[in-house]
Nanobody, 122 residues
Framework: QVQLVESGGGLVQPGGSLRLSCAAS????????MSWYRQVPGKERELVAV????????NYADSVKGRFTISRDNTKNTVYLQMNSLKPEDTAVYYC???????????????WGQGTQVTVSS
């Protein structure tokens, strides 16, 4: 079955950096677009970044554009999220997700990992 295991979260000061990783298994990783979402308590899960199956196209939420970079290694079945210039409002649980990318839109498969907590605070 689909397994997504996120790691790399933690506590960081404003302006700092973190790199999240998501190890995927149970499906043909290189055939799927991948994404990162984040969620804070009481709010809906927010799509943060998307990367197409071969990595040729990336899209970002306006709130993270220029600060976050999504990448993938299809030889390791892993997707990454490099987060720089972190702000307190980036505090959330971050989840990776597999899906499809079509017509400029991302469509989730609905499978989720356990997430990794990112806390930005001084």
């Amino acid at each position: 079955q689909v397994q997504l295991v996120e790691s790399g979260g933690g506590l960081v000061q404003p302006g700092g950096s973190l790199r999240l990783s998501c190890a995927a298994s149970g499906f043909p990783f290189k055939s799927y677009a991948m994404s990162w979402y984040r969620q804070v308590p009481g709010k809906e899960r927010e799509l943060v970044a998307v990367i197409t199956s071969a990595g040729g196209i990336t899209n970002y939420a306006d709130s993270v554009k220029g600060r976050f970079t999504i990448s993938r290694d299809n030889t390791k079945n892993t997707v990454y999220l490099q987060m720089n210039s972190l702000k307190p409002e980036d505090t959330a649980v971050y989840y990776c997700n597999a899906g499809t990318y079509s017509g400029g839109g991302y469509y989730s498969t609905g499978s989720w990992g356990q997430g990794t907590q990112v806390t930005v605070s001084s």
